[in-house]
């Protein structure tokens, strides 16, 4: 099963904040997050394992509530290079696989 | 390190032609995986590779599609005979067991 993002486009202004959710119906077991600008590759930011973990990059961070099978993502201080889509991959408790699933994206335009 | 490297960029065949992708994954990275992306659909995976050796190919959409990596540098997702439908980006990752990475993917128009 796919996980489910939203939402699933945003428009911030140069400096705002936004943050992103990534949710699961099954266990997780681990949670990647990833950034593709447009005619590019996905390119990785982080992941987080089960623990409820907070990880941060640069001004872009990250939990897991392993509880609610859910992830987000902050974006803060948002900067025109955060434009792009970004996806959430999930890893599933028990898979005994390192295969990803991701979510369908969410499109965040950072305006000046 | 060059990354992930994946050939042509750009494929544009006939319909019924044999379609050839080529990945050249990190050096040292032992898994391998080969995703489909479009825009209803999103990213699919459709079979990964762990040490040279097919792992999970439930994601192949039909017997049409076949994947092969006869060696730690070199991988093949072939389509034979292509169809419209298959008109994609089509992305090689590789991982040695944390973040992926991609390659630059191949977009492929079927007409």
């Known amino acids: 099963q796919q996980p489910v993002q939203s939402p699933q486009a945003v428009i911030l202004r140069e400096g705002e904040d936004a943050v992103i959710n990534c949710s699961s119906s099954k266990a997780l077991y681990s949670v990647h997050w990833y950034r593709q600008k447009h005619g590019e590759a996905p390119v990785f930011l982080m992941i987080?394992?089960?623990?409820?973990e907070q990880k941060g990059h640069d001004k872009i961070s990250a939990s897991f509530n392993e509880k609610k099978q859910q992830s987000s993502l902050y974006l803060t201080a948002s900067q025109l290079s955060y434009s792009g889509t970004y996806f959430c991959g999930t890893l599933y408790s028990g898979a005994g696989s390192y295969q990803l699933t991701f979510g369908k994206g969410t499109k965040l335009s950072v305006i000046p | 390190d060059a990354g992930v490297i994946q050939s042509p960029r750009h494929e544009v065949t006939e319909m019924g032609q044999e379609v050839t992708l080529r990945c050249k994954p990190i050096?040292?990275?032992?898994?391998l995986f080969w995703y489909r992306q479009t825009m209803m659909r999103g990213l699919e995976l459709l079979i990964y590779f762990n040490n040279n050796v097919p792992i999970d190919d439930s994601g192949m959409p039909e017997d049409r599609f076949s994947a092969k990596m006869p060696n730690a540098s070199f991988s093949t997702l072939k389509i034979q005979p292509s169809e419209p439908r298959d008109s994609a980006v089509y992305f090689c990752a590789s991982t040695q067991g944390y973040g992926y990475t991609f390659g630059s993917g191949t977009r492929l128009t079927v007409v």
């Open positions: 987080l394992l089960k623990g409820g």
């Open positions: 050096s040292g990275h032992d898994y």
